[in-house]
């Protein structure tokens, strides 16, 4: 058995059969780890005992109609996982083994009886887009193990497209959900801010991040999403909006959608092996009976360099808890109370958090607030308005989600400023805080995967949901598998 072969509705279907048991699909997603993972670090923490004996005890239910029930899925190691090591990816959590609650996702998740694999690799705090950020080892493109496979949610896409698991939780802060998704051909939605509850999700930038889910197919996604969405009272950034059946917005009729194309989108440093690749998209979405328009984001170019300075500078505020006092690792080598901040947090954090703490610091210091930090966040207001013009008249904005392919391990990692640019199309989505979604819609000439980005309004995932369900099953690049372990 693999996991390759089936979607969530499939295997729901043969385990209310009984034609498969919960404990056959955690054994499969367990002997797939242990067969592939040495070649992709997906995984930092497995829950391997909990989760077999969660199976056996699923299997003994009479009613196993819940949304997910028996289905292996992966958390990111910043969403705090009760009793279960959560660590995002640092060496100051290291020793976080036992967290005192759950997440509110993953209550949620439990709630509909899917099961936790274990704990996904990932940038440093949710710093990076390539998980070379990860203070453990590098994840590992399954499509090529010499590729990165983005990031900072990579281990989350990796171990998705490697058959690990069905399904897995990400968070996505400027694009690190959707990034990935597109390096390894599968699907990732960013869902409007405010949609699922942040409760649990360790900050980086509070007014950015938001959880979301990986999958291999949109209706696998848009599954998910419907478990984990909902108003939370223990997080007052959640909006009390009725969550829809997305499922049932899958109706594969996008006659008279009318898509927006940013020509910024499709300008200087996308690849033209990825414009291509998106401009034959758009003509599927023409044969479906959709129309597209060029039109224009003017602020979008000044999207990088306010994403950065904003999310450094709540990062910077965020990540002051961090302090070796209350939980983290303590440095052994301090002689005083001060020594000790400065000690351990030097020797906990890595570089990239390092240099994100200082220049959100100095962004939010005396003298510079006003000039730097205020005006991003008036940029930050341009950049939603452009949003919000273009979605009076279309219901879609599509373009790449990825100026490039995935790059080589090592390539870009001494280069910052080069692999911040590399998120330059995601960020205006997480600025406005509007839903966006990648999913698989080509090849490289080297063999990785090209993504294609389909940004919709706010709450309304919906219409995200219908037009990126209409491209795939008028496509196959979902159906295509990477050749990892013997996997054809």
Request: aromatic share 8%; glycine share 8%.
């Amino acid at each position: 058995m693999s996991l390759f072969d089936y979607t969530i509705k499939q295997l729901e279907e043969k385990l209310h059969n009984g034609e498969i048991t919960v404990e056959e699909l955690v054994n499969t997603s367990y002997g797939r780890i242990h067969e592939v993972d040495d070649q992709v670090h997906a995984f930092l923490t497995l829950d391997e005992e909990k989760a077999r004996t969660k199976a056996k005890e699923l299997d003994k239910e009479s009613d196993k109609t819940a949304a997910l029930f028996g289905i292996p899925s992966g958390i990111k190691d910043n969403i705090v996982t009760k009793s279960l090591r959560t660590t995002c990816a640092s060496q100051f959590l290291d020793n976080f083994h036992d967290p005192l609650y759950n997440a509110t996702v993953v209550n949620k998740l439990n709630q509909q009886k899917a099961v936790t694999i274990g704990k996904l690799n990932m940038d440093e705090f949710a710093m990076g887009s390539s998980n070379e950020n990860s203070s453990y080892e590098p994840t590992r493109n399954p499509w090529n193990t010499d590729y990165v496979p983005g990031g900072s949610s990579g281990g989350s896409a990796a171990a998705v497209a490697a058959g690990e698991v069905l399904f897995a939780l990400g968070s996505d802060t400027g694009g690190s959900i959707r990034q990935p998704a597109a390096f390894c051909g599968v699907v990732g939605l960013k869902p409007t801010y405010g949609r699922v509850s942040r409760f649990g999700l360790v900050a980086f930038a509070s007014s950015l991040d938001q959880i979301g889910p990986i999958t291999r197919t949109v209706e696998d996604n848009a599954r998910v999403l419907e478990v984990i969405s909902g108003h939370d009272v223990m997080d007052s950034t959640s909006a009390d909006v009725e969550v829809p059946t997305y499922t049932k917005a899958l109706t594969n009729d996008v006659k008279g959608l009318k898509i927006a194309v940013p020509k910024e989108y499709l300008s200087e440093g996308v690849t033209p092996e990825v414009k291509e690749t998106v401009m034959q998209a758009l003509k599927v979405y023409e044969s479906l009976g959709a129309t597209w328009e060029e039109v224009s984001l003017p602020h979008s170019k000044y999207a990088v360099a306010t994403y950065y300075l904003l999310s450094s500078s709540e990062a910077s505020a965020n990540l002051a808890r961090f302090d070796g006092v209350r939980y983290g690792v303590r440095s052994e080598n301090a002689e005083n109370m001060i020594d000790m901040f400065k000690k351990s947090r030097s020797e906990g954090f890595g570089e990239e958090v390092k240099r994100r703490i200082m220049l959100g610091t100095f962004a939010l210091s005396s003298g510079y607030y006003d000039a730097y930090y205020k005006k991003a966040q008036k940029v930050r207001t341009l950049i939603k308005q452009d949003f919000d013009q273009i979605f009076q008249d279309y219901d879609v904005v599509i373009g790449p989600t990825t100026p490039t392919p995935a790059f080589k391990v090592g390539e870009k990692v001494d280069d910052p400023l080069t692999m911040y640019a590399n998120d330059i199309l995601t960020i205006p989505v997480n600025l406005a805080g509007v839903p966006g979604i990648s999913v698989p819609c080509g090849f490289s000439g080297a063999g990785l995967p090209i993504g294609l980005q389909i940004i919709g309004k706010h709450f309304d995932e919906a219409t995200v949901y219908r037009a990126a369900h209409a491209y795939e099953q008028a496509t196959d690049h979902h159906k295509q598998r990477p050749q990892l372990g013997g996997a054809k």
